[in-house]
């Protein structure tokens, strides 16, 4: 049976176990994985869309009475598989921290503010040219256990679904030029320093609203066909 | 061509984005996947994930995918008309603090394999937590069901190791199954590549 997705991808992803990251240690399967084919179970995946989600759900700064405190930002971007094709109507969704790096979270204890007027969840789907677009906050570092002195670079959450259950990905996106990324072990669980890259926004002079917010743009790309096989005679 | 963009944790606070309702919005999906109208056997299926020294995954998110009792797919690759609009195969349940989660949906049928197999009844599974840097695969199968000694995805599961993604009927409490997922260690988990 003929792959259907391509594998070849795969290696951009970060392995199981990555030790400097502590919580992989207890967490990374140590066996094998078993190699199936790509059945019928596999090609099909949850398909949710423009129906399931409300229009202000895109827009992280007014979802309370008053303005989040922090840098309002844009972030917009495609999403497309490994053949360049756009993923239309999928679902997009987010989360992240505040200005201050605080989740409004029971088991977050970072002695920095909750924002009153930030959740720092959204939810938005891709047009059928595979666009998507949120507004929002930009999130700031924050501390955490992992090892002395660990900070998390600015990030924010993505989770999509594409057209089927092997296209599930979630990610994080970073920002350009933090000064954290030589000392996370998230970020840098990615091996190869190019697909490092392409978890890192740009900064866009034309997505940037005049008097009101900062532009980002980020590609998203998904799992994408196999190569087809050559013909047989 | 664009190259992938690379998987990462979901971290500790996976709940703010992945449960549905924690903003206000309205829920579209969550731990019960079959309406109590919808054809077919209704079973509830409940688990714990466990990490290499046994330890109960208290950040963990269970993602499942499933046919209808027909084992037809919510899903254009499909094809095959569904019985009801209202069923649309996902579920999606995070660990609570015992590491437990639960599902409340329908047993699915047997679905069409490689090479005009037919494959045993079974439930994709997604395993997401923090300290898991990329989607774990698995799959759930149920104890006593005769398709799974002729099912093509269990054939290439080392015999020894099957067992890990069968569930088990509870037998004080009609209707539940029992899978638990175990990360590493004696019996763990069997985790798939497609």
């Known amino acids: 049976m003929n792959d259907i997705y391509s594998r070849t991808g795969n290696a951009a992803d970060p392995p199981s176990l990555s030790p400097d990251y502590r919580s992989t240690v207890l967490r990374a399967p140590t066996r094998p994985l078993v190699l199936i084919p790509q059945t019928l179970s596999e090609i099909t995946g949850p398909i949710y869309g423009h129906a399931d989600v409300l229009p202000g759900e895109a827009d992280l700064t007014k979802q309370h009475a008053g303005e989040p405190q922090g840098e309002r930002i844009i972030v917009q971007g495609r999403v497309l598989d490994e053949a360049g094709r756009a993923v239309p109507n999928t679902l997009v969704e987010i989360w992240q921290c505040n200005a201050a790096g605080r989740y409004i979270h029971e088991t977050d204890q970072h002695p920095a503010p909750l924002d009153p007027n930030f959740t720092g969840a959204g939810r938005v789907v891709t047009d059928e040219r595979g666009h998507y677009q949120f507004t929002t906050i930009k999130p700031g570092a924050y501390p955490w256990r992992n090892h002395p002195n660990a900070w998390r670079p600015a990030h924010i959450h993505l989770s999509l679904f594409g057209p089927s259950f092997l296209t599930r990905l979630v990610t994080q996106m970073y920002f350009p030029g933090d000064p954290l990324f030589p000392f996370d072990p998230i970020f840098n669980s990615v091996t190869d320093a190019r697909a490092r890259a392409r978890m890192i926004c740009r900064f866009d002079l034309e997505t940037t609203r005049p008097e009101w917010a900062l532009g980002y743009i980020f590609d998203i790309v998904l799992r994408g066909p196999a190569a087809t096989p050559p013909d047989s005679d | ?194």
């Not at chain 2, 969550?30 to 994930?49: N, S």
């Open chain 2, 1 to 194: 061509m664009p190259q992938r963009t690379p998987s990462q944790t979901v971290g500790p606070y996976l709940h703010l984005g992945l449960t549905q309702g924690a903003f206000g919005a309205p829920e579209v999906f969550g731990p019960v996947v079959a309406d109590a109208g919808l054809p077919g056997t209704h079973i509830r299926i409940e688990g714990r994930v466990l990490d290499g020294e046994g330890v109960p995954l208290p950040d963990a998110l269970i993602e499942t995918w499933q046919a209808d009792d027909k084992g037809r797919y919510a899903h254009p690759a499909d094809g095959r008309p569904l019985a009801s609009n209202s069923f649309r195969g996902f579920g999606r349940c995070p660990t609570d603090k015992e590491g437990i989660f639960r599902f409340a949906t329908i047993k699915p049928g047997p679905v069409p394999g490689p090479r005009d197999s037919t494959q045993a009844p079974h439930i994709n599974v997604s395993v997401l937590a923090r300290g898991v840097l990329k989607r774990l695969p698995t799959r759930i199968y149920f104890a006593g069901d005769p398709a799974n000694a002729a099912d093509p995805i269990l054939a290439l599961v080392p015999a020894d190791r099957r067992d890990t993604l069968i569930a088990k009927p509870d037998p004080a409490k009609p209707g539940l199954f029992r899978f638990d997922i175990r990360l590493q260690g004696k019996d763990e988990t069997v985790f798939f590549d497609a």
